[in-house]
């Protein structure tokens, strides 16, 4: 029948979800399998990409019915996490790594999407094809006979595939990214290459000590007698034993394990929570990962400690959503933890979906929460109300890791590497312009050109930069290569330590270019909430781009915006790095801001 | 124990757990806090409001950050404004210099922000963001001028609980917007505004720009039985230009919905009547008001004894009362109704007899605080948006939420479990509730032995409906029906409130339907404490009050029976009263007048050409009146065939009061001059009575009433359950809950605390059994049961939103919601025009293929849109209270030829 009028358009709020398209019904009943709480939104979106690549509105919908969020929230909240797509990829997909460390090493500009970082640095350049990771060409190892070991992780199946050898154990990575494919023939002790080249790690062993040297899901021949003999010491003297050995956050705050548990401890709740954050969504950080994938069982113990000493009730571990070996380790390590009477208190991991605000921790509660992923103002601290309202203490996975040795060893024991102020090992990710990237256990205040000549092997060229820190660190000149790798000296000098990446960059590279890269993720990566941090690192990006433009005063305003306005850590530190380039590298500055770059680098319109 | 601080040197005092920032406000220093609603929780967005505190690094957020005792707070320092301005330049830059101006009808506080710390131009420059969203009706969202403050988005989430709108993306690439980023008319927005008023730029500004007023007044939203809490602002003109929410209202809570926010263009209208008519040579010609109101009076002591008034739910507690007392002691009969006839009459009636009172048991609160809500037969997302944010919040605190319906509601969304009965088959499914209640020792027998009687009757008949037979009679699973009965019975924490609408009442088996939900909730014992409740959802504005007043046919005022005490009290006041018998109700009324028995009909505020089920037959009927008056603000249906039609004032332009849902009695005030010649019903009234008095040799000063405040004064001298209120305490306390039996009492949030008010104290169990689903059920001829309701952008008839433009533009057509298994077989298609026939009638409409309705049952609200109205089609087959069924008649649909306006009704038939 043909209409002359057109058809009246009346408003339908009442819109019953729309039905899925048939061949999901899986799917949608392992959704609602999850309990009807908003905590399980992002599980279930997670569930969801990880059946059909991407989120659809169809699922949204059902996701947001089933845990009672309404479907615009459950859009707004999938928008806030970077690794959640809200459009349908491509069929193939490509990344490629623009990582500082990876464009050292020549990553190719992409003709696809680009990554911020594939966590493989050791072995870059990196690069994402249709979901398989790979990085630098390595010649294979030969056919290796039973009893000897290959080293086996995320960044070694990245240049080989290890299932190719069936006789050899796998065992976890001792960190010589830079062998890989690397395998022992003494059990660990000595590696080899298919080049010849022999490597031992490096010594002061104590979180690296046991990988590469057992099965992962094996665990050392000591497993869980310190925390055994953590639970005849009672909660209070492991909380003192800590306290003394001066163990301070591992994840870039250093802020002291002891002082933060004490609040939760000292806070009275009929639930408490201990948080592990293996999110590390820091470019150029992969330590967390290499430790569940090397020796999850040491990972495991150490948060058993931490809780027994903080008086938890309950463990979550949130995971980095792309960590899949990481994730499979933990989940089977936990399964014999339980079988073996470990595990006391309930153990709950969830996979994160990305974003560097979750190094925040009220951005990571948030998160668990099924809320947008930005953080909220404190007060009230996580210590005293976090999870759910309850008393919750974040710790990272490299700092759980020290508990064990700790409780068996003692504090002065601890003490006896690193600095008064900051002692024992830090693991450092070096990458970039070294002949040997790896990841190192390195004690607290070595010298940073120790780092970079006896763990690295020196380095490749001449270089004229570091970048240390990461994005919210800070670019240092060769000059101060002697600075102590640790907090204050660093920042004494306008540096910073944080999670411990280390990226020296050859002097062909320009500073100003890469402390740019560093602000275009700061830029990227801001959740939004607070106007200094969402509009204040657009507009230093815009200034760095544009130097004949800028005026540096502005660029001084801004940064002290950043800095004193931001409602977190990632606006409060955005501009480290800045203000690092501007202090160490202001000749380079000035004649950027003449409208030249001596290295060929920067140009303008 | 106060906490002392210093602001900028000065000393304050202020209570423990107050912000920094509360501080300062309270000293009067001036400091930007773009991102802090007054009724929000603090978020820290927009750092504006940064401070340096003695003793504290860096310059905190004052909105975030706990006084404490001894605190020293700068503001004013070069330091602080330094880091202040750099924020507010960047939040400047987030947009050209739209965010120097003023948007009219809204305020910018940014712009006063930029004043006060002496920023002229930003030296950030804008980033481009052109996303503007003109798809709502009433307002724009302009992210041009939005500052990502996100108290909308609150407002929206976490304030409303709707969710309709997020913050979407992050970073600077972020903006405010709906699922899938569509527009908001697509989206699940209901155009409450509460994003709107939260907004402090401007960015959300309204589309109908008005002068700017002078006049601010605090009045009762006149639409629904929630009794929102509204400002009105007016201009010199006597415009309203904007209604506001109102947060100290008990009631409301500072919500609103899309009416209360964005419906009153109508006062204004020019469509207002503002003459009296009378009809001449076939024609309705203005007349003075002497010409009417002696016509009037005349024809009213003509037709004394056959007379019958219909009172208006939309009207005040004073028009109701003067109505009532002119039936009762003027025109000697009882033949006083109105439209609760139509609703919640078998509620009402149900509720007196078991429970002694006929309201709402419990306080808005207790939805809020129960651990369990069974809402039964409401869409109350459509009807009482404002209490279903109620229900949203139980939900979110963890509480059970059961909804019984047999079609989709938004409520949905939250359930926990739905019951999905067969139209009709409601007291079954109660009935075996109430069994699995005592089959598995769950019900309060408690409360059953010490404070209900008739125990023994109704677990009788109670038996007679294990599970396995309730689920062949309803449709609903046993597992269902299990689950259900059980969550009620035992809350995890507080108590079970029973909610019930029109799909309870609006069946010939209504009033059954009543004591079926009304004894489930007696033996679960959920009467008489916070967190429980009984509750019937009173529709309009004023239909509690209206029948509080006493504008029903078997009751005087308060509900006082009709008993010779009663009547001499009332004689002893108002010097006569009538000695007959319980009077019409308005459904009896409209076929008294079909068969010439009823000659004269007094109808005021009232539409029964509209609201009655089978409206031939009703027009026709009505028709055959000798003398009808029609009163209202409108010309509508009924006037058209009105002798004489009486231009009243609408809610604005009167004093007075309402009672809302809860009880609660609260006033509405005058906020311009009546329109035209109009004038306000309680004064027609009196007149057309003194008029009438005089006639008759009755003394008319009974009738001199100097102001509504006196006439309530007068009806509260009589009526016990409101003897303590009065215009004056109302308007020093806010809103009172009746019984208020004493000027000091304060009023009672829950009923049945003690006892219920019948002869022995208890409440008693009336045993009912499951009769024939409905009078009319489909069959060959007409295979589809209709189910009629409402929705939530168009007031019941639609008399007065459809002179609301932003209202008819979102819902222009009546549309009947279809299975698409149905719409297949039937060949019907999404948004084509389809014609809908009963026996009784046939309209055309436009489709809406949806699964919300189940297989063989069509939805169509009653709303009168372009000449398409349900109730051609809905059957006048009553409930022993009067109450027409219309929620289950007989129809067949078809695709209609093309679209345009309703052939004419079938001929009238008898029923």
Same mark, same amino acid.
């Given at each position: ?136 060409? !390595? ?61 031992? !790690? ?23 007698? !310190? ?379 | ?317 004073? *028009? ?95 359930? *926990? ?295 309530? *004064? ?115 298609? *999404? ?81």
């Amino acid at each position: 029948m043909q209409e002359k009028r057109p058809r009246p358009r009346t408003r339908r709020p009442v819109e019953s979800p729309a039905a899925p398209p048939p061949g999901n019904q899986d799917l949608i009943a392992r959704v609602q399998g999850y309990p009807r709480r908003r905590t399980y939104l992002l599980p279930a979106l997670i569930d969801v990409q990880h059946e059909l690549s991407w989120l659809p509105p169809w699922a949204l919908e059902a996701v947001g019915v089933h845990v009672r969020v309404p479907r615009s929230e459950v859009y707004g909240i999938a928008s806030s996490f970077p690794d959640l797509r809200l459009s349908e990829p491509a069929a193939e997909v490509t990344r490629v790594c623009r990582g500082a460390s990876c464009r050292q090493r020549g990553a190719a500009a992409p003709k696809g999407d680009s990554a911020d970082c594939l966590f493989v640095c050791g072995v870059g350049p990196a690069v994402e094809l249709h979901g398989r990771l790979s990085g630098r060409d !390595a010649p294979p190892p030969p056919p290796l006979a039973e009893g000897m070991l290959l080293q086996d992780g995320t960044c070694t199946r990245a240049v080989y595939d290890s299932g190719q050898q069936r006789s050899a154990r796998k065992v976890g990575c001792p960190g010589n990214c830079w062998q890989a494919p690397a395998w022992s023939e003494d059990g660990g002790l000595t590696w080899l290459s298919h080049d010849g080249q022999l490597w031992q !790690a490096p010594g002061n062993l104590r979180l690296l000590k046991n990988i590469g040297r057992i099965e992962p899901l094996a665990g050392a021949a000591d497993a869980y007698q !310190a925390l055994q003999r953590a639970h005849s010491m009672g909660s209070d003297a492991v909380w003192r034993l800590v306290k003394d050995a001066g163990l301070r956050g591992r994840g870039g705050a250093y802020f002291p394990l002891g002082a933060k548990w004490e609040t939760a401890r000292s806070t009275p709740a009929a639930r408490k929570f201990l948080l592990v954050n293996a999110e590390e969504g820091e470019p150029g950080i992969y330590k967390d990962r290499h430790l569940l994938e090397g020796d999850p069982h040491r990972v495991i113990e150490g948060l058993l400690i931490a809780a027994l000493a903080i008086g938890a009730t309950d463990v979550v571990i949130f995971v980095n959503g792309e960590a899949h070996l990481a994730h499979e380790r933990l989940l089977a390590a936990l399964q014999r933890a339980r079988t073996l009477g470990a595990e006391r208190v309930p153990v709950e991991v969830r996979l994160g979906a990305g974003g560097y605000v979750l190094g925040e921790e009220t951005a990571l509660i948030n998160a668990i929460h099924g809320q947008r992923a930005e953080p909220l103002a404190r007060p009230p601290f996580p210590a005293v109300s976090g999870l759910y309202g309850t008393p919750t203490v974040i710790n990272n996975v490299e700092s759980l890791a020290n508990l064990p040795d700790i409780v068996l060893n003692g504090a002065e024991w601890f003490r006896s590497l690193g600095t008064s102020g900051n002692p024992g090992t830090k693991l450092v990710s070096l990458a970039g312009a070294v002949a040997r990237p790896g990841l190192y256990e390195v004690p607290l205040g070595v010298p940073l050109r120790s780092i970079v000549h006896d763990y690295g092997g020196g380095t490749i060229g001449t270089i004229g930069s570091m970048l240390v820190g990461g994005p919210s660190g800070s670019i240092l000149p060769t000059s101060l290569l002697d600075t102590p790798f640790d907090v204050q000296p660093l920042q004494n000098v306008g540096g910073v330590l944080g999670a411990g990446g280390i990226v020296p960059l050859t002097d062909d590279q320009c500073p100003v270019a890469a402390v740019r890269e560093l602000s275009a993720y700061n830029a990227r990566e801001s959740c939004g909430k607070c106007t200094p941090c969402r509009e204040g690192t657009v507009r230093m990006l815009h200034m760095l781009d544009d130097l004949p433009h800028t005026d540096l005063d502005t660029l001084d305003d801004l940064n002290d915006v950043l800095a004193f306005g931001s409602l977190c850590g990632l606006g409060q530190m955005a501009p480290n790095p800045v203000r690092a380039l501007l202090l160490h590298f202001s000749d380079i500055v000035a004649e950027h801001t003449r409208g030249g770059c001596r290295f060929g680098v920067c140009t303008w319109p | 124990m106060a906490l002392n601080v210093t602001v900028d040197g000065r000393a304050q005092q202020i209570a423990p757990g107050a912000s920094v920032l509360d501080a300062i406000n309270q000293a009067g220093v001036y400091v930007p806090q773009l991102c802090k609603d007054p009724d929000q929780k603090a978020r820290g967005a927009c750092r504006t409001c940064l401070v340096e505190i003695e003793g504290m690094r860096g310059f905190p957020a004052s909105c975030t950050t706990p006084c404490s005792d001894g605190m020293h707070i700068t503001v004013n320092s070069p330091a602080a404004e330094r880091i202040r301005r750099g924020v507010l330049e960047l939040t400047m830059g987030m947009h050209p210099d739209a965010c120097h101006t003023n948007r009219p009808n809204t305020h910018n506080d940014l712009v006063d922000a930029a004043r006060a710390h002496g920023i002229d131009e930003p030296r950030f420059a804008p980033l481009p963001d052109p996303s503007v969203d003109t798809s709502n009706p009433f307002f724009v969202l302009d992210m041009q001028q939005c500052i990502l403050c996100a108290r909308c988005v609150t407002a929206c989430d976490e304030v409303q609980h709707i969710g309709a709108i997020s913050l979407l993306g992050r970073g600077s690439v972020m903006k405010v917007g709906a699922f899938e980023d569509q527009p908001l008319r697509e989206s699940i927005c209901t155009s409450c505004g509460s994003c709107f008023a939260a907004c402090p730029t401007g960015a959300i500004f309204p589309k109908k720009v008005r002068p700017a007023p002078v006049k601010h007044v605090d009045t009762t939203c006149p639409y629904c039985g929630v009794g929102c809490g509204i400002k009105l602002d007016i201009t010199t003109e006597g415009l309203i230009t904007r209604s506001d929410d109102e947060p100290s209202n008990n009631s409301s809570q500072g919500m609103l919905c899309v009416k209360g926010r964005f419906g009153f263009e109508y006062v204004n209208h020019p469509d207002r009547l503002t003459t009296p008519l009378i009809r001449r040579n076939g024609r309705l010609e203005e007349a003075t008001w002497d010409e009417a109101l002696d016509l009037v009076a005349g024809k009213f002591v003509e037709y004394r004894d056959s007379f019958g008034a219909l009172a208006s739910a939309k009207g005040t507690n004073e *028009d109701g009362y003067v109505i009532q007392k002119l039936v009762r002691s003027v025109m000697d009969s009882n033949n006083v109704d109105h439209c609760t006839r139509l609703c919640h009459s078998p509620s009402v009636h149900a509720m007196l007899q078991s429970l002694g009172s006929g309201a709402t048991s419990n306080s808005y609160v207790d939805y809020e605080n129960a651990g369990c809500l069974m809402v039964v037969g409401s869409d109350s997302s459509s009807n009482h948006p404002v209490i279903t944010v109620r229900f949203r919040r139980a939900v979110k605190r963890g509480a059970v939420l059961i909804v019984v319906n047999p079609k989709w509601t938004e409520l949905n969304y939250y359930a *926990d479990i739905w019951l999905r009965p067969r139209p009709g088959t409601d007291v079954a499914l109660f009935n075996g509730l109430a069994y699995v209640l005592l089959d598995e020792g769950l019900a309060d027998m408690d409360f059953l032995n010490t404070r209900t009687e008739g125990f023994g009757e109704w677990s009788e008949a109670v038996r007679q409906y294990p599970p396995s037979r309730v689920a062949e009679i309803t449709g609903v699973a046993e597992q269902d029906i299990l689950a259900a009965a059980r969550a009620f019975a035992k809350p995890k924490f507080s108590g079970s409130c029973m909610i019930w609408g029109m799909g309870v009442s609006q069946h010939s088996n209504g009033t059954a339907n009543a004591h079926g939900v009304i004894n489930l909730a007696l033996a679960a014992g959920m009467a008489g404490k916070p967190g429980n409740g009984i509750s019937p959802l009173r529709g309009q504005n004023n239909v509690q009050g209206c029948g509080d007043a006493g504008c029903i046919p078997d009751n005087l005022p308060g509900y006082q029976a009709l008993t010779q005490a009663n009547r001499d009290k009332f004689a002893a006041a108002w010097g006569q009263i009538t000695r007959k018998p319980a009077g019409l109700t308005v459904t009896a009324m409209v076929e008294a007048a079909g068969r010439g028995e009823l000659k004269a009909m007094y109808v005021v505020g009232e539409n029964p050409f509209l609201d009655e089920a089978n409206l031939g037959h009703a027009r026709h009927a009505l028709r055959e009146l000798q003398f009808l008056v029609v009163q209202d603000i409108f010309m509508q249906e009924t006037a058209h065939a009105a002798h004489v039609v009486l231009p009243a004032t609408s809610f604005a332009e009167k004093e007075g009061t309402f009672t809302n849902s809860e009880r609660r009695v609260q006033r509405v005030r005058t906020a311009l001059r009546p329109i035209g010649q109009s004038r306000p019903d309680w004064a027609i009234t009196s007149e057309i009575a003194r008029r009438v008095c005089s006639r008759l040799g009755l003394n008319a000063s009974q009738f001199v009433y100097e102001s509504p405040a006196q006439i309530f *004064d007068e009806m509260a001298s009589l009526t016990p359950i409101v003897a303590g209120i009065s215009h004056d305490r109302l308007d020093r306390e806010g809103g009172i809950q009746w019984p208020c039996p004493s000027a000091d009492h304060p009023g009672t949030p829950n009923l049945y605390v003690d006892g219920f008010p019948r002869p022995n104290g208890r409440a008693r169990l009336t045993p009912v059994h499951q009769g024939a689903a409905a009078v009319e059920l489909p069959d060959d001829e007409y295979p589809i049961i209709l189910n009629t309701g409402r929705t939530l952008y168009h007031w019941h008839g639609g008399t007065i939103t459809t002179r609301v433009s932003g209202l008819v533009d979102l819902v222009p057509v009546v549309e009947a919601s279809i299975n698409p298994v149905d719409a297949e077989t039937y060949g019907i298609r *999404d948004r084509r025009p389809v014609e809908v026939t009963s026996r009784r009638g046939s309209i055309v409409c436009q489709a809406r293929v949806t699964s919300e309705v189940t297989r063989g049952e069509l939805f169509m609200p009653f709303v009168s849109l372009q000449g398409a109205a349900a109730n051609f089609l809905t059957n006048n087959a009553y409930d022993p209270n009067g109450m027409p069924e219309y929620k289950v008649c007989a129809v067949r649909i078809a695709p209609a030829a093309q679209p345009g306006p309703a052939p004419a009704p079938s001929a009238a038939r008898a029923p």
